[in-house]
């Protein structure tokens, strides 16, 4: 049987991500993970493609012994992984709780590494990943200085990873938009706090799902939507990051 994991897939680019498996022929069986039940279930009763729900908090190490011990009872092929689930929060580092800060470090670089590790193991020759990460790991973001720091290890990571996996036909691909309208803003307390994220050209999160999944196909390592982004992702590059901090700042 053939698989696609999707976590993070309650809400927002999630969802779109879903969407896109339910309609792919080798794909047999969409696995979801996500915290909130009833979305997942939701979800699952909108298609006739199989679907296996995954309840997990992926800040909780259990999870991943959850994730491996169904993996390694069902022997399925993971034909793709996509490491969807990560939050962010808004605000300078001593004004945000610890939980929050140590949670991102958590959900964004920990639990996408565990979950990556445990399902190699059931991946073979034409199977991908998708790791969502962001333009904030392009340079460092005041106001989202973990956010920023815990997507600049996930970018390092999948470019990493990528060459380790290529002799095993396996492709890894990090998919860095901007802003999207989804709940992710609320939850990072940026919706109306933010001046920059009000000018921003925002992503589209079906646009940014379909195309980072065609892109995964053809063997790239990254997908930046919009020239804008694509633009700024070579300024990171080429100019000090102390001078692009004051462009980026949230």
């Not at 060459?163 to 307390?189: D, H, Y």
């Amino acid at each position: 049987m053939k698989i696609a994991i999707l976590t993070g897939a309650s809400a927002g680019l999630g969802k779109e991500y879903f969407y896109n498996l339910i309609n792919r022929s080798d794909i047999d069986c969409i696995w979801l993970i996500a915290r909130r039940k009833d979305r997942l279930e939701q979800l699952a009763a909108s298609t006739d493609k199989p679907c296996v729900i995954l309840p997990l908090d992926l800040t909780d190490d259990k999870s991943f012994e959850i994730l491996k011990e169904k993996l390694s009872e069902q022997k399925p092929e993971i034909k793709i992984l996509i490491n969807n689930a990560g939050f962010g929060k808004l605000g300078n580092v001593d004004q945000l709780s610890v939980t929050d800060q140590t949670d991102m470090v958590r959900l964004n670089c920990a639990a996408l590494t565990a979950v990556t590790t445990v399902c190699l193991q059931f991946m073979k020759k034409g199977s991908f990943i998708v790791n969502v990460c962001s333009i904030a790991s392009f340079a460092p973001n005041p106001r989202m200085t973990v956010y920023s720091s815990t997507k600049a290890y996930v970018l390092s990571f999948s470019k990493s990873l990528r060459q380790e996996v290529k002799k095993r036909g396996i492709n890894v691909l990090a998919t860095c938009p901007g802003p999207m309208n989804t709940e992710f803003l609320s939850v990072a307390n940026i919706t109306g706090n933010s001046k920059t994220f009000d000018i921003l050209p925002y992503c589209d999160p079906k646009k940014v799902a379909a195309h980072s999944l065609k892109q995964a196909e053809k063997g790239r390592a990254i997908h930046t939507p919009k020239l804008f982004y694509k633009f700024y992702r070579i300024l990171a590059k080429l100019l000090p990051h102390s001078f692009i901090m004051k462009l980026s700042k949230t």
